[in-house]
C-alpha cells in the first residue's frame, strides 16, 4: 500500500510540473479569445482627398494560432554563418479585416541574425476611422523596408523596425507605414514555413 502513495505522488508530481509552450496571455474572454503576446505598432500617414495630410495609428497585439510567430534557423550546416525563415502575425480584436502578416528570410553569423534581412514578404491591412470618414488601408509587397533586426536565441525574442512605402489608401493616393516589431517567436525544428 505504501509502494502505491509513492507512485500515487511521483505521478501527481510529474503531471504539476510540465510546462505548456509559451502562448503569452490570453485575450479578451469571449468565442473570439486569442492570445495577446508583444506588439506591432505603426503609424499611416497620407494626404486625403482634400489634399490635407493625415495620420492613424495601429497597435496589433493578438495572434490567432502558434504558427503565426515562429522562426526557423539552421546553424549547423554552415556554420559559424547560418539561415533563418520567420512568420509574424498580429492582428486587431476589434476588427478582424485589420492585420498584418511578415514572412522574412535572412542569413546571420555567430548567433546574430544580420540587421537588414535578405528578404520579405508583408500583408498589411487596416480600416481606421479619421474625422469620421472610414479609410481602407492596403498593402501586399515584397519590397518592405525592415532595418535594425535583433533576435535573442536564448529567450526568442525578435525585434525591428519596418517602413511600407506606396500603401494603397482607397483615396487614389498612397501613403506610408513606419513601425515596430517586439514578439516572441516560437522556434519551429522544420523548415516548413512560407
Same mark, same amino acid.
Given at each position: 500500500?505504501?509502494?502505491?502513495?509513492?507512485? @500515487?505522488?511521483?505521478?501527481?508530481?510529474?503531471?504539476?510540473?510540465?510546462?505548456?509552450?509559451?502562448?503569452?496571455?490570453?485575450?479578451?474572454?469571449?468565442?473570439?479569445?486569442?492570445? %495577446?503576446?508583444?506588439?506591432?505598432?505603426?503609424?499611416?500617414?497620407?494626404?486625403? &482627398?482634400?489634399?490635407?495630410?493625415?495620420?492613424?495609428?495601429? *497597435?496589433?497585439?493578438? $495572434?490567432?494560432?502558434?504558427?503565426?510567430?515562429?522562426?526557423? +534557423?539552421?546553424?549547423?550546416?554552415?556554420?559559424?554563418?547560418?539561415?533563418?525563415? @520567420? *512568420?509574424?502575425?498580429?492582428?486587431?480584436?476589434?476588427?478582424?479585416?485589420?492585420?498584418? %502578416?511578415?514572412?522574412? *528570410?535572412?542569413?546571420?553569423? *555567430?548567433?546574430?541574425?544580420?540587421?537588414?534581412?535578405?528578404?520579405?514578404?508583408?500583408?498589411?491591412?487596416?480600416?481606421?476611422?479619421?474625422?469620421?470618414?472610414?479609410?481602407?488601408? $492596403? $498593402?501586399? &509587397?515584397?519590397?518592405?523596408?525592415?532595418?535594425?533586426? %535583433?533576435?535573442?536565441?536564448?529567450?526568442?525574442?525578435?525585434? $525591428?523596425?519596418?517602413?511600407?512605402?506606396?500603401?494603397?489608401?482607397?483615396?487614389?493616393?498612397?501613403?506610408?507605414?513606419?513601425? %515596430?516589431?517586439?514578439?516572441?517567436?516560437?522556434?519551429?525544428? +522544420?523548415?516548413?514555413?512560407?
Amino acid at each position: 500500500m505504501k509502494s502505491f502513495y509513492l507512485i @500515487l505522488i511521483a505521478l501527481v508530481t510529474i503531471t504539476v510540473s510540465c510546462k505548456k509552450a509559451k502562448e503569452g496571455a490570453p485575450g479578451p474572454a469571449g468565442i473570439d479569445a486569442y492570445p %495577446k503576446q508583444g506588439y506591432v505598432y505603426g503609424t499611416v500617414t497620407f494626404t486625403d &482627398e482634400d489634399n490635407k495630410p493625415q495620420t492613424t495609428t495601429f *497597435n496589433y497585439q493578438y $495572434y490567432e494560432s502558434l504558427s503565426n510567430s515562429q522562426i526557423w +534557423y539552421d546553424t549547423t550546416t554552415n556554420a559559424p554563418s547560418f539561415t533563418y525563415k @520567420l *512568420n509574424v502575425f498580429r492582428e486587431d480584436l476589434k476588427d478582424s479585416g485589420s492585420s498584418i %502578416k511578415f514572412s522574412i *528570410n535572412g542569413t546571420g553569423a *555567430n548567433k546574430t541574425v544580420g540587421a537588414i534581412p535578405s528578404g520579405s514578404n508583408v500583408n498589411f491591412y487596416l480600416l481606421a476611422n479619421i474625422n469620421k470618414k472610414l479609410y481602407s488601408f $492596403y $498593402y501586399k &509587397e515584397t519590397s518592405a523596408i525592415i532595418t535594425n533586426m %535583433k533576435f535573442n536565441f536564448a529567450t526568442n525574442q525578435l525585434t $525591428y523596425d519596418f517602413t511600407l512605402t506606396n500603401v494603397d489608401c482607397g483615396v487614389n493616393k498612397s501613403g506610408t507605414v513606419i513601425g %515596430k516589431v517586439d514578439v516572441i517567436v516560437n522556434y519551429s525544428p +522544420y523548415n516548413n514555413l512560407n
